[in-house]
């Protein structure tokens, strides 16, 4: 059984048809890479497979059932088992960074007390260095700190499946090793990595199966 699957999936944006009809296997435990030039649909392609976006018209499936047909139960659990890293970071900008962390615990956690959840938030602070101050929003934070942020609140609910969007993107040198040790230690678990990147350093890093997407279409 494949993790996650897809039938013929079309995604038309602006009256422009940014996935063109596309069949994808990814099996649980392994790592999947998606590149290809700007514009060619990778990260609206690995959107669709998180669930993140709806196809205009095909399947997206994950452990046999289709997303958009998930009960409210079988939904909240697969939400909780995938994560996605967005490109921009995409953290909430009314909240400060306690509280960007401190929402998903809430959310797919909530018999945590606020003590274990507090521990959980600073754990994963550590684990992608981040040392500042957790009263910060996200504004005063540079890119590559919000990258961070961004990469812990993936994290913080111990995850099956991560999507990463050009991941290491803003991140300094020291801080994009610290997130290829995360990411290699996650791979070691057994668990499953799908993502978008034109870093070679990346691709060569993380590896995996690779597909290259044209013009909207799979071309391996």
């Known amino acids: 059984m494949s993790l996650i699957k897809t039938e013929d999936i079309h995604f038309n944006s602006r009256g422009n048809e940014v996935v063109r009809g596309i069949d994808i296997e990814i099996e649980a435990g392994t790592?999947?890479?998606?590149?290809g030039k700007s514009g060619s649909g990778k990260s609206t392609l690995l959107k669709l497979l998180a669930g993140i976006l709806v196809p205009s018209s095909g399947k997206v499936f994950y452990k046999d059932t289709d997303i958009q047909l998930m009960n409210q139960q079988k939904n909240k659990k697969f939400r909780k088992e995938c994560a996605f890293v967005?490109?921009?970071?995409a953290?909430?900008?009314?909240?400060d960074i306690q509280q960007n962390l401190n929402l998903p615990l809430q959310t797919h956690n909530p018999k945590l007390s606020q003590e274990e959840r507090l521990d959980r938030i600073h754990e994963i602070?550590?684990?992608?260095?981040?040392?500042?101050?957790?009263?910060?929003r996200p504004v005063d934070l540079s890119m590559g700190e919000q990258k961070k942020i961004a990469f812990a609140r993936a994290l913080i609910n111990k995850p099956e499946v991560l999507f990463l969007d050009e991941c290491t993107e803003s991140l300094d040198r020291k801080g994009g090793e610290n997130i290829l040790k995360i990411l290699r230690s996650f791979i070691d678990d057994g668990k499953t990595i799908v993502y978008v990147s034109h870093s070679s350093v990346f691709i060569s890093a993380i590896g995996g199966r690779i597909h290259v997407i044209e013009e909207g279409l799979l071309s391996d």
């Open 31 to 35: 790592v999947t890479g998606l590149t």
């Open 91 to 95: 953290l909430w900008a009314n909240q």
């Open 125 to 136: 602070c550590d684990l992608v260095k981040y040392n500042r101050p957790l009263n910060l």
């Open 86 to 89: 967005f490109q921009d970071s």
